[in-house]
């Protein structure tokens, strides 16, 4: 098992990665957290609750409340928390309450949500089942819901008391979904870590089979990453926003395919395939590496082919949500383990990148 420390100016505490985790739960939140209070919450979804439920609850003397959100990101939503909450108060959660978020993403952003804002907060500890929620979205107390005019325009910063990533749980997890996440590591690599970026190269096998040691050292180390950016920049004004390589035209392709048709990860995958061109365009990265960069994210392959229109694609990219005033903002690579932000791409430099990364993706974009 891996320790990491995350350090902020608003929250202290540490992120456990490890196989086993799982069995051992209530003890390992005592002392990471303190006595368990009367009133124990766990938010997750059905189907994870089927598979892991019984060992969740195998360290608890009492039994806490269970509250099930429905899977899939349409219920990420303000209906899903009104619910939630109103469960709450009628099982007599008060602000000594503690809440388990135990899921992937979704659960984890859901119930850092709820934990924010019920009764103006309360205590919440992060179980992340998905290899995404355990290197990424359980890091850095980012919590909040979709609306229908966006994703994630609703939320808030609440860092949960502590996160128990268990790398045994991700033995169930689907395929697609184990190498979506594997993109948030290589991004990892790539923007603070070269030595992460080696590891995943020279050991895709073991990582894709799911080698406990192999996993855990992929997943300590991306958060590793994450958490020492978070601790120098909580609230994304500055250092933080490297996090979003890949994402400008990730969030792009995501939007354009109406969300069904690629997993948030592989649109990040092709997202750093445009923007790998642009940096290779612009000399922050040579060729040679941008030959070895695109050959490591389709180590983790393959990511699933793409049929759009080039104009689509730049067109979406307008409306990121983390551009301020209209400025398209761009990170890109510089060398390897190292990133910068850009905020002076032209429509030109941007069309090349996506007509490549599209050409890549298999699209036929003559007769469309
Ligand atoms: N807060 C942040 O900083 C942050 C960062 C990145 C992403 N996110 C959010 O995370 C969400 C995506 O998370 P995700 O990729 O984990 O998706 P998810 O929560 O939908 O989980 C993916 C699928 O895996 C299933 N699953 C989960 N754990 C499993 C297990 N151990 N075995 C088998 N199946 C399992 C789920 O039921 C679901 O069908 C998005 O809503 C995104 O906005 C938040
Ligand atoms: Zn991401």
Do not use: C
């Not at 009492?62 to 009628?90: C, I, N, W, Y």
């Not at 761009?330 to 905020?343: K, M, R, S």
């Amino acid at each position: 098992m891996q320790t990491i420390r995350v350090e902020t100016p608003s929250a202290e505490y540490d992120i456990f990665a490890g196989s086993g985790l799982l069995e051992t739960l209530a003890p390992r939140i005592e002392r990471a957290v303190g006595k368990l209070p009367r009133r124990v919450f766990v938010l997750t979804s059905a189907p994870i609750w089927a598979l892991w439920g019984e060992a969740f609850l195998s360290s608890f003397a009492d039994a806490p409340v269970v509250l099930f959100l429905e899977p899939g990101e349409k219920h990420k939503t303000m209906a899903s928390v009104d619910k939630l909450l109103r469960q709450m108060a009628r099982a007599g959660a008060d602000r000594g309450s503690l809440l388990i978020a135990f899921g992937g993403g979704i659960v984890g952003d859901v119930g850092g949500f709820l934990a924010a804002i019920y009764m103006r907060g309360i205590s919440y500890v992060q179980v992340p089942t998905t290899f995404l929620a355990q290197v990424d979205s359980s890091v850095g107390g980012k919590v909040g819901v979709n609306l229908p005019e966006g994703k994630n325009l609703v939320g808030n910063f609440h860092h949960p008391r502590a996160v128990f990533a268990d790398i045994a749980v991700l033995g169930t997890l689907p395929e697609r979904e184990l190498k979506a996440g594997l993109m948030e590591s290589i991004k990892a690599g790539i923007i603070r870590d070269r030595t992460l970026l080696r590891f995943m190269e020279e050991h895709a096998d073991q990582v894709l089979a799911r080698d406990a040691k192999a996993l855990e050292k992929v997943i300590a180390t991306s958060i590793r990453m994450k958490a020492g950016v978070v601790n120098r920049d909580e609230h994304e004004n500055g250092l933080r926003m490297i996090l979003n390589l890949g994402h400008t035209v990730g969030h792009a392709l995501e939007q354009s395919t109406g969300y069904k048709v690629l997993l948030h990860g592989e649109a990040v995958g092709w997202g750093m395939i445009a923007v790998l061109h642009l940096a290779r365009q612009r000399g922050t990265i040579s060729a040679s590496q941008f030959a070895r960069l695109e050959k490591a994210i389709h180590l983790y392959g393959p990511l699933p082919p793409l049929n759009l229109r080039p104009e689509k694609v730049v067109a979406a990219t307008g409306g990121d949500k983390k551009n301020v005033g209209g400025v398209r903002r761009f990170v890109l690579p510089v060398g390897i383990g190292d990133a910068g932000v850009v905020e002076d791409v032209a429509p030109s430099e941007l069309d090349a990148a996506v007509r490549y990364m599209l050409a890549q993706a298999g699209a036929n974009t003559a007769n469309r």
